[in-house]
């Protein structure tokens, strides 16, 4: 199976509700094969709970760490900051991922690595924002979506 976990929740009345992921997107068939999975192997190790619920995280995935960040580079993202800065919080915008560091350089994965928010400030004035990952409370994937050629 090659979905990754992202999230496992216990809801009210017995719910317990997993969230998946793949590359490519989930399809039905992979929570139909993770919730078989889940289900034998709770049984056998006695995890009490009423319904499970499998399902994708959809368009809006949250992002949690450095490896959720690097393979969304490239796409438009809304991340909320831990502090303000210059009186604002929430920012929308394309995320950018820096090189590489060299495979083998201890100093780089000594680093927290450093990405960057392409975001417009005003009207065609693009910047940049960077931060790492422990400078945010709360990251998720912002796609526009296209229904019927309106766009958000």
């Known amino acids: 199976m090659d979905v990754e976990l992202v999230d496992v929740e216990r809801a009210a009345l017995g719910l317990l509700r997993v969230t998946i ?16 999975q889940l289900s034998r192997v709770y ?18 995935r949250p992002l949690r760490n ?9 796409e438009r993202i809304e991340i909320k900051l831990r502090e303000a800065l210059d009186g604002r919080k929430v920012f929308s915008g394309t ?39 422990e400078d945010i409370e709360r990251a998720k994937l912002d796609p526009v979506l296209d229904f019927k050629g309106k766009k958000r």
Not at 51 to 58: A, I
Not at 66 to 74: C, K, M, Q, S, Y
């Open 66 to 74: 450095e490896a959720e960040f690097r393979r969304f580079a490239g």
């Open 43 to 60: 049984e056998v190790e006695n995890i009490d709970y009423k319904r499970l619920e499998v399902g994708s995280p959809g368009v809006d």
């Open 21 to 36: 992921d793949r590359v490519g997107g989930v399809r039905i068939e992979d929570c139909e094969q993770v919730s078989r």
């Open 95 to 133: 995320l950018t991922v820096p090189e590489e560091a060299p495979a083998g350089d201890a100093a780089a994965a000594m680093h927290k690595t450093v990405f960057g928010l392409e975001f417009e400030a005003k009207k065609n004035d693009v910047q940049v924002l960077n931060f790492t990952v």
